[in-house]
């Protein structure tokens, strides 16, 4: 190669790199975003469904996150696990597009 086209060719690769990691540090920020988002419902949810009353233990655990509404917390629960594994689909999806 000439030293023209050599210089074509670095320009055309820093170029390239600069704004894969434009474009991955913007990817990046949005899924902080979005994970400081739903972060923030879970909290508020779990500070409506909380109640001062203690539960009081019959016949084992399960009777407990059942009484006074703390069905919420599982339904919480499962909500945040499925919204996780979406996410990470997404991502993973995303990985095998680019590549």
Known sequence: MTGKTEKRVWEIRNRTRR?????EARMLSCLVM???????????LFRSVQTPVAA?????????LLRDGAGAYVVIGIVAFAAGVALT???IRLKKKKS
């Open 89 to 91: 689909v997404i991502c």
């Open 34 to 44: 979005c994970c400081l988002l739903l972060f923030t419902a879970i909290g508020v």
């Open 56 to 64: 009081v233990v019959a016949d084992g655990y399960s009777t407990v």
């Open 19 to 23: 704004y894969r990691k434009r474009y």
